[in-house]
């Protein structure tokens, strides 16, 4: 492994993992990635797209390999999407790594995705679903995590500065 990221950002859709991702690489002076950027840019179409053509498993094997190189290649602030703790190959590299657990409640993820067709995890019944999806999340991201930061009611910038503190890390 030639490289770790300082930081690897988990949790569920919506929650902040860009915006927090990019405020942490800033204040610690490193660089930011986006797992799910990183697919978007190397298939040149949206992952609901790859959803809708190819499935979810296709897109979770692209998602699993995107992760392991990022995880391999990066040595800043890394964000996963919110299904990669799923694999458990992935959550065994997680181990070890400062892993920082974004989570929020389900009225905030309502306000926050306003739960579009642009999820296609969430087409349907949204609010149940997101429950549903968390339910079977939850603990796979607490496992994984170093520290578990709630977004509920706080600002980027306080969720930024909560992660910080809680990995006991000083920004440059």
Same mark, same amino acid.
């Given at each position: 492994?030639?490289?770790?990221?300082?930081?690897?950002?988990?949790?569920?859709?919506?929650? #902040?993992?860009?915006?927090? #991702?990019?405020?942490?690489?800033?204040? /610690?002076?490193?660089?930011?990635?986006? =797992?799910?950027?990183?697919?978007?840019?190397?298939? &040149? %179409?949206?992952?609901?797209?790859?959803?809708? *053509?190819? &499935?979810?498993?296709?897109?979770?094997?692209?998602?699993? +390999?995107?992760?392991? %190189?990022?995880?391999?290649?990066?040595?800043?602030?890394?964000?996963?999407? &919110? #299904?990669?703790? /799923? *694999?458990? *190959?992935?959550?065994?590299? /997680?181990? #070890?790594?400062?892993?920082?657990?974004?989570?929020?409640?389900?009225?905030?993820?309502?306000?926050?995705?306003?739960?579009?067709?642009?999820?296609?995890?969430?087409?349907?019944?949204?609010? !149940? +679903?997101?429950?549903?999806?968390?339910?079977?999340? !939850?603990?796979?991201?607490? +496992?994984?995590?170093?520290?578990?930061?709630? =977004?509920?009611?706080?600002?980027?910038?306080?969720?930024?500065?909560?992660?910080?503190?809680? /990995?006991?890390?000083?920004?440059?």
């Amino acid at each position: 492994m030639t490289a770790a990221p300082l930081i690897v950002l988990v949790g569920p859709m919506g929650v #902040g993992k860009s915006t927090v #991702g990019r405020l942490l690489a800033e204040r /610690l002076g490193v660089g930011y990635r986006d =797992t799910d950027e990183d697919i978007v840019t190397g298939q &040149g %179409r949206t992952i609901a797209d790859i959803f809708v *053509d190819e &499935g979810e498993a296709a897109f979770r094997a692209l998602e699993k +390999q995107t992760v392991h %190189r990022a995880l391999a290649e990066h040595d800043g602030v890394l964000a996963l999407g &919110g #299904g990669a703790i /799923l *694999d458990a *190959d992935t959550r065994a590299l /997680l181990a #070890g790594r400062r892993v920082v657990y974004l989570s929020m409640d389900v009225e905030e993820a309502v306000k926050r995705t306003g739960l579009n067709a642009a999820r296609p995890l969430l087409a349907v019944n949204p609010r !149940r +679903q997101w429950r549903e999806l968390m339910e079977a999340r !939850r603990h796979l991201y607490e +496992q994984v995590a170093t520290a578990v930061v709630a =977004t509920d009611g706080r600002t980027p910038e306080e969720v930024t500065q909560a992660a910080l503190d809680a /990995l006991e890390l000083k920004e440059v």
